[in-house]
């Protein structure tokens, strides 16, 4: 089964540089979460995307934007680098409801391992 | 607000054990969700298991089984005959029932390690 695929899945960058993150979500589904991983932390909820449009956003600095796209792909721009930057970086994907109405579980992807350097 | 502890941070057993894991969650929805995901050393996040607020009933698949008890906000995990290759950090995770507001949050993680 297709399943949620990110690129790159490595990178390196130096300070005050740019990245974008790629996320391909599964198929049909209609919504697209980013979390970022400190190392030894727990995910933290960025921004999610429901059928395009921004539905919720949570700790993204004002330095990172997303957005998704019509074939439903999102993009992560991160800019002016920072250290702290450094971490693991997931794209999830869902189909908020199921056929009983009822929220069902989010897919992720391999995640992007960012070194900011 | 919606908040997710998991008091254990790390637990060592050794292969054969069983091991529970705690979950204790928070929430003013009364429809919600929770969730248990496992990240190995490789780093993906495996989704384990849903349970929504409307079904207690436990679960077992295989080695492993979930307790769901509204009453004390748990949702707690359990491996029988622990193996070495369950050794990762294991999530668990609240989702607030409908709308927008469906994010995943997620609790600090237990890491797991099974000795041979």
């Known amino acids: 089964a297709a399943g949620v695929i990110q690129s790159p899945r490595h990178l390196i960058k130096e300070k005050r540089e740019t990245a974008t993150l790629k996320c391909y979500p599964i198929?049909?589904?209609?919504?697209v979460y980013w979390y970022q991983q400190g190392p030894g932390q727990d995910p933290q909820f960025l921004i999610s995307f429901y059928e395009k449009m921004q539905s919720d956003k949570g700790s993204i600095p004002d330095r990172f934007s997303a957005q998704q796209f019509s074939d439903y792909h999102s993009e992560l721009n991160m800019s002016s680098l920072e250290l702290g930057d450094s971490a693991l970086y997931f794209c999830?994907?869902?189909?908020?409801?199921?056929?009983?109405?009822?929220?069902?579980?989010?897919?992720f992807g391999q995640g992007t391992r960012l070194t900011v350097v | 607000a919606q908040k997710v502890t998991q008091a254990q941070t790390e637990i060592s057993v050794v292969e054969k054990e069983d091991v529970t894991l705690d979950c204790v969650y928070e929430t003013r929805d009364t429809t919600y969700y929770l969730f248990w995901y496992k990240q190995p050393p490789s780093g993906e996040l495996v989704f384990l298991i849903r349970?929504?607020?409307?079904?207690?009933q436990n679960e077992i698949s295989g080695r492993y089984s979930w307790n769901f008890q509204k009453s004390t906000s748990s949702f707690n995990f359990t491996i029988t005959a622990s193996q070495v290759v369950d050794s990762a950090v294991y999530f668990c995770?609240?989702?607030?029932?409908?709308?927008?507001?469906?994010?995943?949050?997620f609790g600090t993680g237990t890491l797991l390690a099974v000795q041979p």
């Open positions: 995770a609240l989702s607030e029932g409908g709308g927008a507001t469906n994010k995943l949050i």
């Open positions: 999830a994907s869902r189909n908020v409801l199921d056929r009983h109405n009822t929220l069902t579980e989010a897919f």
């Open positions: 198929p049909r589904h209609d919504t």
């Open positions: 349970r929504n607020s409307f079904d207690e």
